[in-house]
């Protein structure tokens, strides 16, 4: 509750800044150590709802509690939370995280400029800056949280678990004659394969099968279960009357 | 002085033996050393888990404190007390709940070794056996480190097991230890799993073991009664306490009391919804918000259904909540709105609405059937199919349990800082800092002592996974060919206490296959016991086989 209550605040207070606010020093940055080779990805960086879904892929969810909602290529939704690719100059990639709020008598929308500088990914970094308003007023103790949580998601051996999935599905793609579009398409369809229940919104399972079409399966099992005992037994009965001559 | 050759034969088969004693005595040390620099770094793992490990862990906090397992919410009665128990015991004696479990793991194989010594097994296959259950593959698994019963449990079977082994083998060593040793684990065992209670068909074929193997009648008496006596005991004593406690003596709360009866009654009301794995149907559920007036805040407290849930999820039930849920939520439901303060008042909560139930069906408001009166309904013809598929999938994961082997142990653990101190404090883990946790340090790059062996352990768990599975059922037709092909050679302890296990085994898989078909599928972690316990008797019944053909053959009889 109190996470919301603080996405919120600063929410409302990004609505209040320009946008013309983005000078660094306003900028909330977290350096996040990194392997070099994601180099070999960071084109996924332009497609966000591309990255949540290799990360659901893995095992890696952004969210624990809500279901990544793919908007469209470049945008992503969780609960509330929007995350938009807006645009890239060289290795800095824009976003825009936004946040819509219920009031009871309609929507208000909040957005948040956010930023991912990779120039310093060769050297084992990337830095996340995002420009919310009053950036100095917020308080370190919920900006280490924040930078804690991030540390935590993006820890060596989820990395190196992304890294692997990568570069498997980028070699299956150069192996087709394809390249970045099919890795974009391949993660989609994993994704969609990976919870057919859910994706196909078919009969809920466990509904009941009527008994007169499982006649043959009751049979074999009858079979098995009652005749391969008895033919066991026979065995041995038959043995135990043999001795030697 | 010049030996004669009969003497020089016999002095050099001493010396051969000395050796290979000392070699088998090595290759012991050598893999017990092996496991520690394999596993050493892996940390006790601190999961959020609210009917798991937060629970048992909660629970010994408050016992340890004197409050006995805390205030009561829906929860606190929602798994049978052994867990916290054991855990509460080792913090009192100061040993940390990793190093119990390990200690107890590694102790009932030495053990298990030292009964298949005695049946007459060779060094070879012991060492062999000893092997495949110090590098197993789930012990090196994230569910073997979090503080589940699990682990714990494996340990306690293999004791009863190796305990029976010692019994059942003939000796002049006085058989008291292992019918005390028997006891203990098989009484604690019933506090730990609500499966559990199917030791009893361990000690049923156990007993019909030691009555064919001749063994000696106070001998035969003591290694069932003691058992049976602890566990009648051990059980009486935890309903006491609970009832002095809490003011009923209810051990489990999902299986006994109100509770089941409630669900059973709710699962008999007829509402077109005919699914296995939905015992309160949606519609069902509404039609008791009219029928039954204090059931209506519970059910408007329920979580919707939806595609986004975990029943839909992990199960494909999207349209209701499967019962892999549904009665937790009620129970979460009924304490939410205020309606079971404490266990007496759940109790007479739940009754009322079971007997509301009853008043709407006998009147005709509601149509109703009997549906077994349990949690688990009763068996039905029509879930035939689906009961083989769990029984394949049951029994796919007892040949090769996915361990999630841990490869890098993690660094930071996603619990709000007060249950990660009384995680802390209650199994005395090294690896929780709560200066790191609660993020005031900033996050560790890495955990400090990281181990050289720990890129060992997947491709490890990798080569011995279908190695164990071909050894387990190699050792169970092997089991079946000897009893079927050589009835005429004597049965030895090591065919014994195969068959003991291996009826065991089947009926075990085949009791949570059935259950499964009801509450879907269980992680892989309910067969660590049972596959575990396997990587030990696949061997002595694949010794046994190989010895029997030899006897037969040396007899003159049909190999």
């Given at each position: 509750m109190m996470r919301r209550l603080r996405a919120a605040v600063l929410a409302l207070a990004a609505a209040c800044t320009p946008a013309a606010a983005q000078q660094a020093e306003d900028?909330?940055?977290?350096?996040?150590?990194?392997?070099?080779?994601?180099?070999?990805?960071?084109?996924?960086?332009?497609?966000?709802?591309?990255?949540?879904?290799?990360?659901?892929?893995?095992?890696?969810?952004?969210?624990?509690?809500?279901?990544?909602?793919?908007?469209?290529?470049?945008?992503?939704?969780?609960?509330?939370?929007?995350?938009?690719?807006?645009?890239?100059?060289?290795?800095?990639?824009?976003?825009?995280?936004?946040?819509?709020?219920?009031?009871?008598?309609?929507?208000?929308?909040?957005?948040?400029?956010?930023?991912?500088?990779?120039?310093?990914?060769?050297?084992?970094?990337?830095?996340?800056?995002?420009?919310?308003?009053?950036?100095?007023?917020?308080?370190?103790?919920?900006?280490?949280?924040?930078?804690?949580?991030?540390?935590?998601?993006?820890?060596?051996?989820?990395?190196?678990?992304?890294?692997?999935?990568?570069?498997?599905?980028?070699?299956?793609?150069?192996?087709?004659?394809?390249?970045?579009?099919?890795?974009?398409?391949?993660?989609?369809?994993?994704?969609?394969?990976?919870?057919?229940?859910a994706a196909a919104a078919g009969p809920d399972a466990g509904r009941a099968e009527p008994l007169s079409d499982q006649v043959m399966l009751l049979l074999t099992l009858a079979i098995w279960l009652a005749g391969f005992p008895i033919l066991l037994l026979v065995v041995r009965m038959r043995r135990k009357g043999q001795r030697p001559a | 002085m010049i030996d004669s050759p009969g003497s020089s034969a016999a002095s050099s088969a001493a010396a051969g033996e000395r050796v290979a004693a000392i070699a088998y005595l090595g290759a012991i040390v050598c893999l017990v050393l092996a496991r520690a620099a394999l596993t050493h770094d892996l940390p006790l793992i601190i999961t959020y888990a609210p009917h798991d490990d937060s629970l048992y862990v909660m629970r010994a906090f408050h016992l340890l404190q004197g409050e006995a397992f805390g205030p009561y919410d829906s929860r606190t009665l929602a798994k049978l007390p052994g867990m916290s128990f054991w855990l509460a015991g080792a913090r009192t004696l100061g040993l940390p709940h990793q190093l119990g479990v390990e200690a107890l793991y590694l102790l009932a194989g030495l053990y298990m070794l030292s009964g298949l010594a005695r049946a007459g097994a060779g060094r070879l296959l012991r060492a062999s056996a000893f092997a495949l259950y110090v590098l197993?593959?789930?012990?090196?698994?994230?569910?073997?480190?979090?503080?589940?019963?699990?682990?714990?449990?494996?340990?306690?079977?293999?004791?009863?097991?190796?305990?029976?082994?010692?019994?059942?083998?003939?000796?002049?060593a006085r058989p008291w230890p292992h019918v005390a040793l028997l006891a203990i684990g098989f009484?604690?065992?019933?506090?730990?799993?609500?499966?559990?209670?199917?030791?009893?068909?361990?000690?049923?074929?156990?007993?019909?073991?030691?009555?064919?193997?001749?063994?000696?009648?106070?001998?035969?008496?003591?290694?069932?009664?003691?058992?049976?006596?602890?566990?009648?005991?051990?059980?009486?004593?935890?309903?006491?306490y609970v009832q002095t406690h809490y003011g009923l003596p209810i051990l489990h709360d999902m299986s006994e009391g109100e509770f089941p009866r409630m669900m059973a009654a709710i699962r008999g009301i007829e509402s077109g919804t005919d699914n296995r794995l939905v015992m309160a149907p949606q519609k069902t559920l509404q039609q008791l918000r009219a029928e039954v007036p204090q059931f209506a805040p519970v059910v408007d407290a329920l979580p919707p259904v939806g595609r986004n849930t975990l029943s839909c999820r992990l199960q494909g039930v999207c349209s209701e909540w499967s019962n892999g849920w549904m009665p937790f939520w009620i129970?979460?439901?009924?304490?939410?709105?205020?309606?079971?303060?404490?266990?007496?008042?759940?109790?007479?909560?739940?009754?009322?609405?079971?007997?509301?139930?009853?008043?709407?069906?006998?009147?005709?408001?509601?149509?109703?059937?009997?549906?077994?009166?349990?949690?688990?309904?009763?068996?039905?013809?029509?879930?035939?199919?689906?009961?083989?598929?769990?029984?394949?999938?049951?029994?796919?994961?007892?040949?090769?349990?996915?361990?999630?082997?841990?490869?890098?142990?993690?660094?930071?653990?996603?619990v709000p800082p007060r249950l990660g101190r009384a995680f802390h404090s209650v199994t005395m883990t090294d690896s929780y800092d709560s200066q790191v946790q609660a993020g005031a340090t900033g996050a560790p790059e890495a955990r400090a002592g990281a181990n050289p062996f720990a890129a060992w352990r997947a491709p490890l768990a990798a080569l011995l996974q279908p190695l164990a599975a071909l050894v387990i059922v190699a050792g169970f037709a092997a089991l079946l060919w000897r009893w079927a092909l050589h009835p005429d050679v004597p049965e030895s302890p090591l065919f014994w206490i195969a068959a003991v296990f291996f009826a065991f085994a089947l009926l075990r898989l085949a009791a949570l296959a059935h259950v499964s078909v009801f509450l879907g599928p269980f992680d892989s972690r309910i067969v660590f016991s049972v596959y575990s316990a396997a990587l030990l008797l696949a061997p002595a019944a694949l010794a046994d086989a190989w010895r029997a053909r030899r006897a037969a053959r040396a007899a003159g009889l049909p190999a």
């Open positions: 900028a909330v940055s977290f350096r996040i150590p990194v392997l070099p080779e994601i180099a070999r990805h960071l084109d996924l960086l332009e497609a966000p709802a591309h990255l949540g879904l290799a990360l659901e892929n893995n095992g890696l969810s952004p969210s624990l509690s809500s279901r990544l909602r793919v908007l469209s290529r470049e945008s992503a939704q969780i609960r509330a939370g929007i995350l938009t690719y807006k645009e890239r100059r060289g290795p800095l990639y824009r976003y825009e995280a936004g946040l819509n709020l219920s009031l009871g008598v309609g929507e208000a929308s909040f957005t948040v400029p956010v930023e991912v500088d990779a120039s310093a990914v060769a050297a084992g970094a990337v830095t996340v800056r995002i420009y919310p308003p009053l950036a100095r007023l917020l308080p370190q103790e919920f900006i280490d949280r924040v930078d804690f949580k991030i540390r935590s998601l993006a820890n060596v051996a989820a990395q190196r678990k992304m890294l692997a999935y990568l570069d498997r599905l980028a070699g299956e793609q150069r192996a087709k004659g394809r390249d970045r579009e099919g890795l974009l398409e391949a993660i989609a369809f994993e994704a969609y394969n990976r919870a057919p229940a | 197993n593959p789930v012990t090196m698994g994230a569910d073997w480190l979090r503080v589940l019963r699990e682990p714990l449990g494996t340990g306690l079977f293999v004791v009863q097991l190796a305990a029976m082994l010692h019994l059942l083998a003939p000796s002049r009484a604690f065992s019933l506090l730990l799993r609500e499966d559990d209670r199917l030791l009893w068909g361990l000690l049923a074929a156990f007993a019909l073991a030691l009555l064919r193997a001749g063994t000696a009648w106070p001998v035969v008496l003591a290694a069932l009664l003691a058992p049976a006596g602890g566990a009648l005991l051990a059980e009486q004593a935890a309903r006491a129970k979460d439901a009924a304490a939410g709105v205020g309606s079971t303060p404490d266990l007496k008042a759940a109790q007479s909560y739940f009754g009322g609405v079971r007997e509301g139930i009853e008043r709407a069906c006998g009147s005709g408001a509601l149509e109703c059937a009997h549906r077994g009166g349990g949690l688990i309904p009763p068996f039905e013809l029509r879930w035939t199919r689906a009961l083989v598929a769990a029984l394949a999938a049951i029994a796919g994961m007892a040949l090769a349990p996915d361990p999630y082997t841990v490869t890098e142990p993690p660094l930071l653990y996603n």
